[in-house]
């Protein structure tokens, strides 16, 4: 009898070990996600009485992360955003943001390193986002929102970029080329599924024409330049510094966007990001409007890095600036501009439904 109630008192104690290592298995698991939030969520309250007394001593750790942003990050999951990073054709706020490096400091405050994605293709800045490769897309075509969109991805439109109808411009050689019936059997080449694409869209339903009654060759700016120079080509579609160029050169204005289209540049991210994260979109906000304060508080040394930027000469940044605005609040007619650019991508058969485009922005007050 005395065996047995010995090894009975074995197994006790071995069992009590065993739920003991359990424990503070669970503890570790719960705390890795997020530090910060281990003393008030940590299974650890039930264990030993050293392992009690061990938990102020990381609350007391985690305090002060909390009161320098470090809470905020860590609760977001978030130690990395990446931005895209597109000059051309003038996107003012993206050069000052990082020459200033607005967005370092914004989201260094809360302990989150940012970095940037060169990416210019509008096709390609959607599917990185989709994929997760970017955060935010830091200017954004409307017709490349609408697209991705319109094949069930998950895209949201935080605010607006920029809008500049009459950056975007149908030059030639030929000052006969005055109407849109004059450009009939003509070749006109430029980007394709593009304000430029939607632009010339626009100008030839003017007069109940479309796309086919042009020869259409889809061909990048700087290309399309070259073809307008060498006589390859009757008409270019051009914009920002190239259409500068083109002005300067002498060349013939077929026909600029104003009136036409309304060459709506959006921030965007996934929906899905805003949900988790909303804290961060707000921060981005936040950042947008340091980026406009700084553009008017200095708008002489803004109109200086644009220019060493691009290689321009500060007189034709103070030029084309003119053409842009770069207010971020969205207002109607931004989403009719939207509801308009949908419209000619149906049509053109760039998609097969419309997408809700009321349902694509966020609606954040951006003020």
């Known amino acids: 009898m005395k065996k047995m109630i010995a090894l009975l008192t074995a197994v006790s104690?071995?069992?009590?070990?065993?739920?003991?290592?359990?424990?503070?298995?669970?503890?570790?698991t719960g705390a890795a996600p997020a530090e910060t939030e281990a003393a008030s969520e940590s299974p650890a309250e039930t264990a030993a009485e050293a392992e009690q007394e061990a938990e102020p001593a990381a609350s007391e750790e985690a305090e002060p992360e909390a009161g320098e942003g470090g809470?905020?990050?860590?609760?977001?999951?978030?130690d990395k955003l990446v931005f895209t990073y597109v000059t051309s054709p003038l996107n003012v706020p993206s050069i000052v943001e990082r020459d200033q490096e607005i967005f370092a400091k914004t989201f260094?405050?809360?302990?989150?390193s940012v970095e940037y994605a060169e990416i210019t293709s509008g096709a390609?800045?959607?599917?990185?986002?989709?994929?997760?490769?970017?955060?935010?897309?830091?200017?954004?075509?409307?017709?490349?929102?609408?697209?991705?969109?319109?094949?069930?991805?998950?895209?949201?439109?935080?605010?607006?970029?920029?809008?500049?109808?009459?950056?975007?411009?149908l030059y030639s050689k030929d000052d006969s080329l005055t109407t849109p019936e004059s450009l009939k059997g003509k070749t006109i080449a430029g980007p394709v599924g593009t304000n430029l694409h939607e632009l010339l869209a626009a100008y030839l339903a003017t007069a109940g024409m479309t796309i086919d009654d042009v020869d259409y060759v889809n061909m990048s700016i700087p290309d399309a330049m070259a073809g307008l120079e060498g006589?390859?080509?009757?008409?270019a579609m051009l914009a920002g510094p190239t259409a500068y160029q083109a002005e300067q050169a002498?060349?013939?204005?077929?026909?600029?966007?104003?009136?036409?289209?309304?060459?709506d540049i959006a921030v965007a991210v996934t929906g899905a990001f805003y949900e988790e994260h909303p804290e961060i979109v707000d921060k981005l906000i936040e950042a947008q409007n340091a980026i406009a304060d700084f553009m008017e508080n200095?708008?002489?040394?803004?109109?200086?890095?644009?220019?060493?930027?691009?290689?321009?000469?500060?007189?034709?940044v103070e030029d084309m600036y003119q053409d842009y605005d770069f207010s971020i609040a969205v207002t109607d007619k931004d989403k009719e501009g939207f509801r308009k650019t949908s419209a000619f991508m149906l049509e053109s058969e760039m998609i097969e439904s419309e997408p809700d485009i009321d349902g694509l922005f966020l609606d954040i007050a951006a003020e």
């Open 250 to 263: 002498g060349y013939h204005l077929v026909a600029d966007g104003d009136g036409l289209i309304d060459a």
């Open 71 to 78: 809470a905020q990050a860590g609760a977001s999951d978030i």
């Open 298 to 316: 200095n708008q002489q040394e803004t109109m200086e890095i644009v220019a060493e930027t691009l290689d321009l000469e500060v007189q034709a």
């Open 124 to 169: 390609d800045q959607t599917q990185a986002l989709a994929s997760g490769d970017v955060q935010v897309l830091y200017a954004v075509g409307a017709t490349s929102v609408i697209l991705s969109a319109a094949n069930g991805a998950d895209i949201k439109v935080v605010d607006m970029y920029s809008r500049s109808p009459g950056a975007f411009c």
């Open 108 to 112: 260094g405050d809360m302990g989150i």
């Open 13 to 28: 104690m071995m069992a009590a070990s065993l739920a003991a290592c359990g424990s503070q298995t669970v503890e570790t």
């Open 231 to 235: 006589g390859s080509l009757d008409v």
